[in-house]
């Protein structure tokens, strides 16, 4: 049953999207499995597939890495981008980077974490900002909590980041006095309510 839950969930994620202001994505997290049994394709097939984020969960190996793969692959061809999610807690998020090239990859909220003060994770940080570029990926700090940690991963060049020291989670629809600002002196974008 587990497919069936999580496509019943991404259906009443999906159910929402026309709430959605164009340029403003909705992202789903998906199995490897559910990615390879074809329905997924058949849930976002649809004028606002662009609009779409698979993001590909690790709760799972790639037992069905080919099929998986074919299946990313029409999923692009509807113009969904493909995500690779928590980025940095496990080995099979860097097999999945090389394998799946993603759109976005969302690096774990561990790396993000203390980043100002823990060399070993900046370095990391700057490799991933590195082949994120290498491979036209838009790269997503996760977990931001704090100023410092904020302005570490600015300087490291992470393009966009969430977390609660950006914005708490909110209800759609957006309140009126909600708003998207820039983080100056970055590409790093955030919701922010004002």
Given at each position: ?194
């Amino acid at each position: 049953m587990g497919i069936d839950l999580e496509l019943a969930a991404i259906r009443a994620a999906l159910a929402e999207l026309p709430r959605f202001p164009r340029g403003l994505a909705l992202s789903v997290n998906a199995s490897p499995g559910t990615i390879a049994s074809g329905r997924l394709a058949e849930l976002i097939d649809g004028p606002s597939a662009d609009q779409v984020v698979v993001e590909i969960a690790e709760r799972e190996g790639n037992h069905e890495l080919p099929t998986t793969l074919d299946r990313l692959l029409e999923l692009r061809d509807l113009g969904t981008r493909i995500a690779v999610d928590n980025v940095g807690v496990a080995y099979a998020s860097l097999r999945r980077m090389v394998q799946f090239l993603p759109d976005v990859v969302k690096m774990d909220r561990w790396l993000s974490m203390n980043v100002g003060s823990d060399a070993a994770r900046r370095a990391l940080v700057e490799a991933l900002v590195h082949f994120s570029r290498q491979i036209g990926a838009t790269l997503v700090a996760e977990g931001i909590e704090t100023a410092d940690e904020l302005r570490v991963l600015v300087a490291a060049g992470v393009d966009q980041g969430q977390g609660e020291f950006l914005s708490p989670p909110g209800p759609l629809p957006l309140p009126a006095h909600g708003r998207c600002v820039a983080v100056k002196h970055s590409r790093m974008a955030a919701t922010a309510m004002t």
